[in-house]
């Protein structure tokens, strides 16, 4: 089957401490992206990456890192700068031309 | 000029009975308009999209009407059920830049017996 997972589920985290959450796809997709989603809010876009190697900044970057060293893979790094980290985060993919997004089912991470 | 509204915010509507949520959006680029249903603790999934060479999109009971003029376009649930009960998100982007979807706030929709 393909699609995107997202791992761990429930992720809980001491203040200062950096957290990295794990986003897979097998959609062979060329883009991914990160989203935050606060309770009755929308998707904020955190980062995106359109190809391997390369990712832009959304609109609310900062405290947060990315890499794209592969192409299924797309980590998102929590840092100790980020003030307000706690946050139903979401992953998706698109493929290259089109606009639809897939989206993963979302890790949850509580700062403690 | 990127922003997309979004109407109601939350939304309570009877077993059969027709779910209309409502969006605006200001920038003229615009022009592929999805709706994303998201489920409690879930990932956001396509409901159904329409571009503006049309006015109006129908897949079963679900409806995309679309006023190009005034910028807006809504989503109308026919026959809603129980399981309809979720959030649902506007979005736009324009066509040829699949990496500037723009999200609307949502609205919590629940259909109740």
């Known amino acids: 089957d393909g699609g995107i997972t997202q791992s761990p589920k429930y992720l809980f985290r001491k203040e200062g401490q950096n957290v990295t959450l794990s986003c897979e796809q097998n959609l062979n997709h060329d883009a991914m992206y990160w989203y935050r989603q606060d309770p009755g809010q929308g998707l904020r876009l955190i980062y995106y990456s359109q190809i391997v190697n390369d990712f832009q900044k959304g609109d609310i970057a900062e405290g947060y890192s990315v890499s794209r060293e592969k192409k299924e893979s797309f980590p998102l790094t929590v840092t100790s700068a980020q003030k307000n980290p706690t946050a139903f985060y979401l992953c998706a993919s698109s493929g290259s031309g089109d606009n639809e997004q897939f989206f993963g089912p979302g890790t949850r991470l509580t700062v403690l | 000029q990127q922003q997309v509204k979004q109407s109601p915010q939350s939304l309570i509507v009877q077993k059969g009975g027709i779910s209309i949520i409502n969006c605006a959006y200001e920038?003229?680029?615009?022009?592929?308009f999805p709706w994303y249903q998201q489920f409690p603790g879930k990932g956001p999934a396509l409901l159904i999209a329409i571009r503006p060479d049309v006015s109006e999109k129908k897949e079963g009971r679900f409806t995309i009407s679309f006023n190009k003029s005034a910028k807006q376009f809504s989503l109308h649930i026919m026959d809603s059920q129980p399981g309809d009960s979720a959030t649902y998100f506007c979005?736009?982007?324009?066509?040829?830049?699949?990496?500037?979807?723009?999200f609307g706030p949502g609205t919590s929709l629940s259909v109740i017996p």
């Open positions: 920038n003229t680029a615009f022009d592929y």
């Open positions: 979005a736009a982007s324009p066509l040829d830049l699949y990496d500037k979807v723009i």
